[in-house]
């Protein structure tokens, strides 16, 4: 039976969260894993690079996000579910459960740079896990979605961020780059406070929403299956060869 492997971030890039040690340790066997696959599924092609001794097995395929779940509802409606006010602008981040690894500390120091521009802008930082049913609500009551951590693969924040047309700011990192091409009001800086802090209050002057949802249909939940099934066609069609 071939082996098809996929690698999401922190099995290839190192693990801040992560002791040094045990983060090494599973890219060491990480690194064993793909050299016995007949195919490697990258979700960026940052990740892709790590493995680019193996390039004619690699294929870069993003993670899907489920468009029906996520999608745009009503501004005003959404912030009056979450009782925030109609007119204060406000900046999602998802420090999860890793807030170094996120870089908290560059986001904060980010919208402190953009206040001077937009005052009384406000930083609404996720931490744990948030019911993924809830999500849609932020996303379409924010105003903005700050990106600036030091590693991701394909991180599903920004993609769900582009469904409902949430403007967005990253650093460059995973597979943003891809994803923000052709998305307008979203723009990907250089990982400095001041660069991010006057991209945001850029992004933020616009006061509309994105075209995100048009490009998030070529990164469906139907669009990435079609993708990776057609990587699984090909891992038995060696098989079969061999």
Known sequence: VPLVITFHGSDLNPAPGMSSLRSRI???FSHLAARRAARV????????ERVGYLKDRVHVVPCGVDIQRFRPLSIRESRRTLGWDLDEKIVLFNARTDPVGKRLDLAEAAVEVAKKQIPGLRLHVFRGKTPPDEMPVYYSAA???????????SPMVVKEALACNLPVVSVDVGDVVQRLAGVAPSVVVKRDAAALGAALAEVLRTSGRSNGREVAQGFSEESVAREVVSVYRLANKKERAA
């Open 143 to 153: 105003d903005g979605l700050l990106m600036t951590s030091d590693y991701e693969g």
């Open 26 to 28: 599973g890219r060491l």
């Open 41 to 48: 599924i990258c979700v960026s092609s940052q990740l892709s």
